[in-house]
């Protein structure tokens, strides 16, 4: 997956309508059309959002080890398994641990 900045695709689309001569014929005018239609559905698109950083929170619980995410604040019962980023918000856990 590429992630791009809609905002410069929408001016590059907007910039080559306004390039485009739409006087000359009626395919100039649909090709005019057809570039600010598409500059008017990116802020309809699915936005895939940048992963957030976060860090395991170590606590103890009735006798019990529990981490907590530093993000969506979710607590998991430690076991042997150390997981690399948070299961329920997608977070890398990559951040200092408390």
């Not at 170590?58 to 398994?81: H, Q």
Request: proline letters at 2%.
């Amino acid at each position: 997956m590429r992630l791009i900045k809609a905002e410069e695709v929408e001016a590059k689309l907007l910039e080559r309508a306004a390039s485009v001569d739409s006087l000359k014929s009626k395919f100039y005018l649909g090709l005019k059309t057809g570039f600010e239609c598409s500059a008017s559905w990116i802020d309809a698109i699915k936005t895939v959002e940048e992963r957030q950083h976060g860090y395991w929170i170590e606590k103890p619980l009735a006798g019990n080890t529990t981490v907590t995410c530093s993000c969506c604040k979710t607590l998991f019962i430690k076991n042997s398994t150390k997981f690399a980023y948070c299961p329920y918000c997608g977070a890398i856990m990559d951040g200092e641990t408390e």
